[in-house]
């Protein structure tokens, strides 16, 4: 009232026009401009909302469909298992690593042949405690002596290469053991994690996954060291090869032989009573010590030499049919045992069933309704703002 008379009765303000003065006009022009100001914001408030929505609704698609039926859950227990087993054919049979490019440790196949390579490089460079330079030809000559029999001298019992044979053997028995642990831990390994992978929204499948591959591993590591043994056994009890590198071999070194003996008895000795002497396949070795043993050199020079020559032929062998047997087994696991065991733990009653896959799990139902949740919010901000601004539009007009 105040306000009103002042505008109606002073000389100067009483001359301006009244539809532009007073708080009441004041208040309506403001709330036009703000209306005006906030109505340019709406076109990047409309966006966030709809990329949002988007967003929510991709991550929603994205979850895996809430399974209501056993039918449902043996359909995506199939294709989980499927996907999986084409997952392990890629890295563990074909060497394709598409799937995991850049983590080196599931690029399988080129793994196994490493740990062969290490597995024969381990086996080649074994030294027996028997066989120094220093000692040469006395594992050789102690086993003679103790081979002695009543009989002619030039005879050399089958029994002497046997037991050097089997000493040989017996050395390096732990390495195809320790092998075979080693690879089948990492097989584990690797089908763990692709079985995990596949199955990352499904934590029941996940732990009856689990199981099954700790199991069917366990079995197959087992086969296998009953089978590296055999082949470590069977190496010691026959001296066997059809392999005419064996003779070519042996013939090789036995043609250093008499040049051999001819230095055994005449090489000096250096300052500390030792004699070196240069024998082919074998480098610098010392002989002093031989000369004790004149009627027994050249038989414990030809069992080294025909010991050396087996010697390249069994550990191929048992590298060779380590390999074989790996690999037939991998195609194995893959492509029947892992497969059946997954099946057999899933619907065995006592396990649950296949019902579990119908369990969905807390972090995924939680994560499934917070979206849903957000969803319905973000449909209605996007409804609201829509009616503001058509009413801001009619206003205008």
């Known amino acids: 009232m105040a306000e009103e008379t002042l505008f109606r009765t002073h000389p100067l303000l009483s001359k301006i026009n009244k539809s532009i003065v007073g708080v009441p006009v004041l208040a309506q022009k403001l709330v036009q401009i703000q209306a005006n100001s906030i109505s340019k914001l709406f076109p990047e408030i409309v966006k966030k909302i709809n990329d949002k929505l988007g967003s929510h609704l991709s991550e929603l698609e994205k979850l895996p469909k809430s399974l209501t039926s056993v039918a449902e859950a043996m359909s995506a227990f199939m294709h989980i298992i499927g996907s999986a087993k084409e997952s392990l054919r890629k890295i563990l049979l074909r060497g ?35 066989s120094s330079k220093k000692n040469f030809l006395m594992e050789e000559i102690k086993v003679l002596e103790e081979a002695k029999w009543i009989g002619l001298p030039n005879f050399v019992p089958r029994s002497t290469f046997l037991t050097l044979l089997q000493n040989r053997v017996k050395a390096i028995a732990r390495i195809p053991v320790e092998f075979i642990d080693k690879v089948w831990d990492y097989l584990q390994e690797v089908v763990v994690t692709v079985l995990v992978s596949h199955s990352e929204h499904y934590h029941q499948l996940q732990v009856a996954a689990r199981r099954a591959v700790q199991n069917v591993i366990s079995t197959m590591k087992d086969k296998s060291m ?12 026959t001296d066997y090869t059809c392999n005419p590198e064996y003779i070519h071999e042996y013939k090789k070194l036995m043609a250093n032989e008499i040049e051999f ?59 060779d049919s380590s390999a074989l047997h790996l690999q037939f087994n991998i195609n194995r696991l893959v492509n029947k045992d892992l497969g059946e065991k997954i099946v057999n733990e899933m619907v065995n009653p006592y396990g649950g069933g296949i019902e579990r896959l119908l369990e969905e799990s807390p972090s995924i139902a939680s994560k499934r309704d917070r979206l849903k949740k957000s969803v319905a919010v973000l449909r209605e901000s996007k409804d609201v703002v829509a009616r503001i601004m058509d009413k801001i539009s009619a206003e205008e007009d």
């Open 226 to 237: 009953k089978h590296v043994m055999e082949v470590v056994e069977m190496e010691k009890i």
């Open 96 to 130: 394709e690593f598409d799937e995991y490019p850049d983590d080196k440790r599931m690029h399988c196949t080129a793994r196994l042949v490493q740990m062969l390579d290490q597995y024969s490089n381990d086996l080649h460079n074994y030294q027996e405690s028997d």
């Open 261 to 319: 003996s001819e230095d055994v008895l005449h090489c000096k000795c250096n300052t500390r009573n030792q004699c070196w002497v240069n024998l082919e396949g074998f480098g610098e070795v010392e002989v002093s010590h031989l000369r004790q043993y004149p009627c027994l050199v050249s038989q414990a020079f030809d069992l080294r030499m025909r010991l050396t020559s087996y010697w390249k032929i069994v550990l191929r062998r048992i590298i």
